[in-house]
């Protein structure tokens, strides 16, 4: 990976279509009591959930299609390897936060899962859900809930399980996402993340930064034409913490026998953790 021993302008505007750098060295500090990370950049704190709205309000027609080729088809076997990892059943409700256009949710449901409470912040994006949830007959089974994961409009101890897919990188405040889903989950409940994580396959490193830095933008410039919106979503797996630093959150936040797993050589990671 190309290490920068300085940051880049964080508020410079970059050219649609632009490769990006890879991330600066310490990049995953960037922000303090007052600023947080966007990509790259640092915004204040109370500017970045409104960023990311308008990230997933610009990408949400295209959102599934763009999935297939930023991850090559894969992000399919990693989805259906965490919705096997969650394992609700029909006596199991499950929060999936951050649901998106309802991928997570629909596998679930087709599954087996009792109930799935589809959350997500952004409107746009449960709007794609709901039309597709009809389109597959799953309506029945869901209910949709706009809200932010910081802020999870349940009861304390109201469902077996709770996942997140893709998301939480998105989320402003992480800790207080995982203290949420921590709260809203019965003792013995479980709660699982699927994120992009840190590669550990060293092969791997250096196609996956040609791959995230000079093709993404691209394709979203040609597919979504949106090269910016692409730009930032690169930008946030490369500021995301990992797989250890995101498993010692989950620990403060209160959850128990804390776990993960690698896919793809650490591209993506499954962590769990139980409410006990």
């Known amino acids: 990976m190309t290490e920068r021993n300085t940051p880049p302008e964080r508020n410079a505007p970059r050219p649609a279509g632009a490769a990006i750098e890879?991330?600066?060295?310490?990049?995953?500090?960037i922000g303090n009591d007052s600023t947080i990370d966007f990509g790259?950049?640092?915004v204040p704190r109370e500017e970045k959930a409104g960023l990311v709205r308008q990230v997933f309000d610009s990408v949400a027609p295209r959102y599934d299609l763009m999935n297939d080729l930023m991850s090559l088809g894969l992000h399919r076997a990693w989805k259906s390897a965490f919705v096997a990892a969650i394992g609700a059943?029909?006596?199991?409700?499950?929060?999936d936060l951050a649901g998106g256009t309802g991928d997570i949710a629909?596998?679930?449901?087709?599954?087996?899962?009792?109930?799935?409470?589809?959350?997500?912040?952004?409107?746009?994006?449960?709007?794609?859900?709901q039309g597709r949830a009809l389109e597959r007959g799953l309506a029945a089974g869901l209910?949709?809930?706009c809200t932010d994961a910081e802020h999870i409009p349940l009861p304390d101890r109201s469902v077996e399980k709770a996942s997140i897919a893709f998301?939480?990188?998105?989320?402003?405040?992480?800790?207080?996402v995982l203290r949420e889903a921590r709260?809203?989950?019965?003792?013995g409940g479980r709660f699982h993340c699927l994120e992009f994580s840190r590669v550990e396959v060293a092969a791997l490193a250096p196609l996956y930064d040609a791959w995230s830095f000079q093709v993404l933008p691209r394709l979203g410039a040609r597919i979504a034409r949106d090269?910016?919106?692409?730009?930032?979503?690169?930008?946030?797996?490369?500021?995301?913490?990992?797989?250890?630093?995101?498993?010692?959150?989950?620990?403060e936040a209160g959850l128990e026998r804390v776990a993960h797993r690698n896919l793809s050589g650490g591209i993506v990671a499954i962590h769990t953790g139980w409410r006990l």
């Not at 890879?22 to 500090?29: K, Y």
């Not at 059943?89 to 929060?95: H, I």
């Not at 910016?228 to 995101?246: K, N, T, V």
């Open 22 to 29: 890879a991330a600066p060295e310490g990049a995953a500090s």
């Open 40 to 42: 790259f950049r640092a």
């Open 89 to 95: 059943s029909r006596r199991e409700t499950l929060l």
């Open 106 to 129: 629909f596998r679930a449901l087709e599954g087996g899962a009792g109930r799935v409470i589809l959350s997500d912040i952004n409107p746009s994006m449960l709007q794609v859900a």
């Open 143 to 145: 209910t949709f809930l």
């Open 167 to 176: 998301g939480l990188r998105n989320c402003t405040d992480k800790p207080a």
């Open 183 to 187: 709260r809203v989950l019965r003792p």
């Open 227 to 251: 090269a910016e919106s692409y730009q930032y979503l690169a930008e946030s797996i490369r500021m995301f913490p990992d797989q250890e630093s995101l498993a010692a959150m989950m620990r």
